[in-house]
């Protein structure tokens, strides 16, 4: 079992490492592969949600429809403007179709890293705009309106 100490929001969180031995997903930097910081998050995030998806590195929302409808309010607060009002592509690229930038977001711990900790361009981080609770319901909305097939999606280069 890996002991880490991370911080989420100000806090030690030691024990959701040392409590659960399935611990395995460590985030890193969409472009740099570094650690993300956790440190850095807004407040609220902690969640049993995000405790979770830290061992599973899948998201416990892409099923809760309640979730889902609070991801969509919060992407066209803060991300609408860019991405357009149903994820179609304005100054940001479209988030509904098989062409992606980034081949990480095809895995909701790449979503999360991209989200967390920005990438190139425009899209800078996240985490002063959303705690990481919120980024997973982002993330659930963002899944729930996918028209593409993964297969068969294109890389942006």
């Known amino acids: ?3 880490k100490n991370i911080l989420i929001a100000g806090t030690v969180a030691t024990t959701i490492w040392a409590a659960h031995a399935q611990a395995e997903i460590t985030p890193r930097h969409a472009l740099t592969g570094e650690v993300l910081d956790l440190s850095y998050a807004k407040k609220g995030g ?3 949600a995000f405790r979770k998806f830290l061992e599973t590195g899948k998201n416990p929302y892409n099923s809760d429809d309640a979730a889902i409808e609070e991801g969509h309010s919060l992407f066209l607060t803060g991300c609408s403007g860019c991405h357009g ?3 179609e592509g304005k ?3 479209g988030l509904a179709d ?3 930038t980034y081949p990480r977001g095809l895995t909701d711990q790449g979503l999360f890293e991209i989200l967390f900790g920005g990438a ?3 899209m ?3 985490y002063v705009n959303f705690n990481t609770d919120e980024m997973l319901r982002i993330m659930a909305w963002l899944r729930s309106i996918y028209q593409g097939d993964p297969k068969k999606a ?3 280069k």
Request: hydrophobic residues 35%; proline residues 8%; aromatic residues 12%.
């Open 1 to 3: 079992m890996k002991v």
């Open 46 to 48: 902690n969640t049993e």
């Open 85 to 87: 009002h149903e994820a």
């Open 91 to 93: 100054l940001g690229p």
């Open 98 to 100: 098989d062409y992606w």
């Open 120 to 122: 190139n361009g425009m």
């Open 124 to 126: 800078g981080p996240q």
């Open 154 to 156: 294109k890389w942006l």
